[in-house]
């Protein structure tokens, strides 16, 4: 019998995948989804805010724009450097702590918001994460999660790299937050109610074959499956990365594409 991964070894694992290749890269293209989520729960300046699987600190910069108190959490800590760097060169005082979004360090209640933007998705728990985003929002608070969607550019990206090196055994796609039904039973009785928006990002790279090579270099996902490949698996990924990017494109021979996302925003009851 071949034994089954822990959780915990798959968190590791993520870890370790997150941490390589030069995820600041990748990030510096989502920029624009911590203004979406703010902008979709509504945020009260002067709100304590928690950014769950903050990375390099897209959602709690946004909130802090917003004259928010604003704090960051995330479980590799290269990415809150980078966080911490931005949050200095727009002289904002946001806290990022080291954390995991399944296990977090603070009070139940703590917060007036509890976000995440494709951070708390990626978490190997769903149903332990989801729990933690309820417990340290407080009563009548609000928790909003961005999420790529599975039949979005990002959600079929992930099903390409899945298939040539798939999911650890027990472990969920992550764009399972990206639909609505799946995302009300992980809340279940711990919100008052729910509410979805689907939307979109435009996101331009100069080619298709920057775009699969951008892909294979910096963000974790596709480097470390790469790697696992070898040369002749490396080149059939990067073919069928970049016919991806071939069909999703909104101009033929260019890189053009909407990255769809879902937004599920709950009352914490």
């Given amino acids: 019998m071949i034994a089954q991964p822990t959780l915990e070894a798959v968190k590791d694992r ?11 890269r990748i990030a510096a293209v989502t920029v624009p989804l911590g203004d979406v989520l703010c902008d979709a729960v509504d945020l009260r300046s002067g709100a304590r805010v928690l950014d769950v699987a903050t990375g390099t600190g897209h959602v709690a910069l946004a909130a802090a ?10 479980f590799v800590p290269a990415l809150l450097e980078v966080a911490r760097a931005r949050a200095e060169a727009e002289n904002f005082d946001v806290e990022f702590r080291v954390g995991d979004a399944e296990e ?15 951070g ?5 728990d769903h149903a332990r994460a989801s729990r933690e985003l309820t417990r340290v929002c407080r ?7 961005l999420s790529w969607t599975p039949g979005g550019f990002v959600g079929e990206m992930l099903r390409t790299v899945a298939g040539h090196v798939a999911l650890p055994p027990g472990v969920e ?11 009300s039973e992980l809340f279940g009785e711990e919100v008052a109610d729910n509410s979805f928006a689907q939307g979109a990002i435009t996101v331009r790279f100069p080619s298709l074959a920057f775009f699969a090579d951008f ?3 910096h963000y974790g996902p596709t480097r470390n499956a790469a790697e696992a490949l070898g040369d002749e698996g490396r080149e059939a990924l990067r073919t069928d990365l970049t016919e991806l990017a071939e069909r ?3 101009i033929d021979g260019a890189a053009v594409s909407d990255w769809e996302y879902l937004i599920a925003i709950a009352r914490r009851a």
């Fill in 139 to 145: 009563p009548g608070g609000t928790v909003g999660v």
């Fill in 215 to 217: 892909f294979l270099e």
């Fill in 14 to 24: 993520q870890r370790a995948t997150w941490s390589s290749g030069d995820y600041t």
């Fill in 248 to 250: 999703r494109s909104r």
């Fill in 104 to 118: 977090l360090p603070f009070e139940p209640g703590s917060f007036d918001y509890v976000l995440s933007a494709i």
């Fill in 173 to 183: 796609p992550p764009t399972r937050w990206g639909t609505a039904d799946y995302v």
């Fill in 120 to 124: 708390v998705m990626f978490t190997a």
């Fill in 65 to 74: 724009r917003r004259f928010c108190d604003a704090t960051g959490v995330d």
